[in-house]
C-alpha cells in the first residue's frame, strides 16, 4: 500500500531551532511589529524574525545553502483563514479570504489570479543577502504555505492550530483551506519547494520582506527583517560526532515516512527521505515533502525537506542502526497507530445498513504516467506506470475492520456505520483483506476497494491491472471544503491502521476530505504494454468496482485519463495531454 501524499507539510525538524525561538517571542514585539488593524473584521498580520542572527551550514562534498532563516508571519486579533477552490478541472483556481462582520463569517473574494494552484502564496516572501561589504549577493523570492504552522508567540493563544498541516499540491486537489491560528507563527521558508544557494563561507546580511501585493491585501506593514548570517564550510568525514543525533532526530520522523519508503533501504526510513537514487519512475513522481509527526506522507517517493546533514553521512553512517519492517506500535514500518484500535472480537448481532450519514469514494484521474520496464528491469517487457487516489467526499468516514480467523490466510472485511455523535450504529459485511508482502507494501490490503484498467479509444477494456487489494490511508488533503472535511485525519476517535503478518484484526479508515495515493513506483501500479498496440487510450480509474461498499453515490466513482502510446518495442513512449486546465502527466 504504498502512495504518494502530494503535500506541502510543515516541516517542524528543519524549523525546530527556529520554532522554539519564535514561540519564545514576546507579546511586547508581536504588538511592536504589527500594524493597526484598519477594521476588527480581518487579522492584524505581521512579519517577524525569531533570532537577529544565526549560522547555516554549506557542505563541501555538496555545496549549497538552505535559506532557512527564521522569519515567520503571525495572526492577531483573528486567524488568517484562506479557502482555495476550484468548481472543476475547466475552472481555474480561486481565493477567499474568511472575513468577520457583526461577529458573523463571511467570504471575501480575493483577486483573480492570486494563486494558480493550492501550493501556497506565490512569490510571498522577498528574500535580499548581502556581504559584508553591502554588495548584494542574492536576491530571491519564495512562496509561502500559511498551513507551515510552527508554533505559538503568546502563552494565551489556542493550545493547537485547528488549520490544516499541509498546502496539497497533488494535481487533481479540488479543495483546500489555508491559515495561520490566531496568536500564531507560521514559517515562511518554502523548504523543499526551494533550492539552496551559493554562499561561501563568510558573513552576510538577510533582509526579508513581503511582497507588496500581498502587504496591500492582507495589510501587512512594510517592515522587513533582517537577520544576521553566518555561513561556515563543513565537510561529512567532519561530523562524525553529530551522526548519533541525526540518527535519533531521523528514526523520529521516519516512523512517519511515507509507507513506500518504509519498506525500501534503510534511508527511506529517516524524516527526509535519503536512500538510493530514484528510478525514472520516481524521477516523475509527483513532488511530496518530508513528514510531520502528526501526518502520514503516504504511499510513494518523496522530495523530502533538506537534511539537518547530508544524505551521503546518513547513508554512511546514521542510517545503520534505524529499524526496518514491522513491529509492535507501527502499521507498516513507518507510521504509529493510533489509540483506537480495531474490536477484538468479530461484530455480534444481525448485520445493518443504517439510514446514517454515507462516506462518498470517488476517483481522481492518474498522473504521474511513465513508461517503464518493469518492477525488476524485465528485458523485453513495456509496462505503462501511473499514480492513482481515491478520495472520500464525505459526509461520513468509510471504515473497515478485518477480523482473521486462527490459521486462515484470509481476514473476513466489515464496514462499519456511525451516527451524527460518533456512535456505532451498525456494520455489514464488505470482502475480505489480504496479507501483502512485498517490498512497498508489507501490510494488509483490503480488497476491493479499487480497480485499474487501460481502455481503448472506443472505451473498451484492453488490460486490466491485477491490483484491487489496498490499505487505506489519509495520504492526500483532497478537497477540505467539503462537509464535515477533517483537517487533522489522525486526530480523530477513529485511527488507519494497516495491520502487522501476524495481527488478528485490522481497521483502516479514509476521512472525509482525504484521499489515498498509490504511486506509480509500487508493485502492481502498472499495465504490461508490451503487446498493446500504439494509439489513443484512457487510464481508468474505478472506486468500489464491485460495489460491496455503501456510498451515498455509485455514479461518481470512475475517473479517465486519455493518454497516447506510440514508441518501438523496449523503447515505448506515453503522451499525455492536459486533462482541461490540468497539464500534469
Known sequence: MNRTRTSRLRRPLLAGTTAVAAMAVTASLVAATAEPAKAATVPRLSLIAATDSLTLTSWKEDPGVYLDLGTY???????????????????????????????????????????????????????????????????????????????????????????????????????????????????????????????????????????????????????????????????????????????????????????????????????????????????????????????????????????????????????????LGDKGGQTDGSRKALALKPLAKRPAGKPSVPDVPKPDLRSLPAYGIVVSDGEQDVPGKDYLAFSANVWNAGPAQLVVDGFRSPGKAKMDAYQYFYDAKGKQVGYTPTGTMEWDPRPGHVHWHFTDFASYRLLKADKKEAVRSGKEAFCLANTDAIDYTVKNANWHPFNTDLSTACGEENSISVREVLDVGSGDTYSQDLPGQSFDITDVPNGTYYIQVLANPEKRLNETDLGNNSALRKIVLGGKPDARTVTVPPHDLVNAN
Open 73 to 323: 508571519l503571525t495572526a492577531d486579533g483573528r486567524p488568517l483563514e484562506l479557502k482555495v477552490t476550484r468548481k472543476s478541472y475547466k475552472d481555474p483556481v480561486t481565493l477567499t479570504q474568511t472575513v468577520y462582520e457583526a461577529g458573523k463569517a463571511k467570504a471575501k473574494t480575493l483577486p483573480k489570479g492570486t494563486v494558480k494552484d493550492f501550493s501556497g502564496l506565490p512569490g510571498f516572501a522577498e528574500i535580499t543577502i548581502t556581504d559584508k561589504s553591502g554588495r548584494k549577493v542574492l536576491s530571491r523570492t519564495e512562496d509561502f504555505c500559511p498551513n507551515n504552522a510552527s508554533g505559538r508567540v503568546r502563552p494565551d493563544a489556542p493550545a493547537t492550530s485547528k488549520y490544516p498541516e499541509s498546502c496539497p499540491t497533488n494535481p487533481f486537489t479540488l479543495g483546500s483551506v489555508w491559515g495561520v491560528e490566531k496568536g500564531w507563527a507560521a514559517n515562511t521558508y518554502a523548504g523543499s519547494y526551494t533550492e539552496p544557494v551559493a554562499l561561501a563561507a563568510g558573513t552576510y546580511t538577510a533582509k526579508v520582506g513581503v511582497a507588496k501585493k500581498y502587504r496591500d491585501l492582507f495589510g501587512i506593514a512594510n517592515k522587513p527583517a533582517t537577520v544576521k548570517v553566518t555561513v561556515v564550510e563543513r565537510s561529512y568525514d567532519d561530523d562524525q560526532g553529530a551522526v548519533g543525533l541525526s540518527a535519533s532526530r531521523s528514526a523520529a520522523a521516519g516512523e512517519h515516512a511515507g509507507h513506500a519508503a518504509g519498506h525500501q533501504a534503510p534511508a527511506a526510513h529517516t524524516g527526509h527521505g535519503p536512500g538510493h537514487a530514484p528510478t525514472p519512475a520516481q524521477a516523475v513522481a509527483p513532488v511530496t515533502s518530508g513528514a510531520g509527526p502528526s501526518y502520514n506522507v503516504g504511499h510513494g517517493p518523496l522530495r523530502a525537506a533538506p537534511p539537518a546533514l547530508p544524505w551521503a553521512l546518513k547513508k554512511k553512517q546514521a542510517l545503520r542502526s534505524l529499524p
